[in-house]
């Protein structure tokens, strides 16, 4: 019974319960060479490494539709987290038809779904 109780407040402690509260702290976009852009994010209160690829990924979509393209494809994205600071460093190229790639985006439906779960774009 006590190995079942302290399993219960690790689990706890560990962030059970908690609510998901982000703050995010700006996107900054880099144009590398005509369609690949390179797209910096930093947000706190991150859940985890998805959390902060996902607001990156809201930019890139946001950022494509604004240039007058449909589509976006996932290049790389590298993820730290510092002191509770997580930041992402994602390339994505921009496209107006759907690229080649596993890892492509339909700009406009994943815009919308970001803006409808409060996600802040470019």
């Known amino acids: 019974m ?3 109780a302290f399993l219960g407040a690790c689990a706890l402690a560990g962030g059970a319960g908690v ?7 700006g996107v900054k976009t880099d144009l ?9 994010v930093a947000m706190t209160g991150a859940r985890g490494s998805a959390d902060v690829a ?3 990924e809201c930019a890139a979509a946001q950022y494509a539709l ?3 393209y449909g589509f976006a494809r ?3 994205t590298n993820i730290a987290d510092e002191g509770g600071i997580w930041r992402a460093d994602a390339v994505y190229t921009i496209s107006p038809a759907l690229p080649r790639g596993l890892k492509t985006i339909d700009a406009e439906v994943v815009a919308a779904d ?3 779960n409060g996600i802040p774009m470019v």
Do not use: S, T
């Open 19 to 25: 609510p998901f509260a982000p703050e995010y702290r």
């Open 54 to 56: 996902r607001y990156a």
């Open 74 to 76: 996932h290049v790389r």
């Open 114 to 116: 970001c803006a409808e």
């Open 32 to 40: 590398l060479d005509g369609d690949l852009v390179n797209f910096h």
């Open 2 to 4: 006590a190995a079942a």
């Open 66 to 68: 604004i240039r007058g």
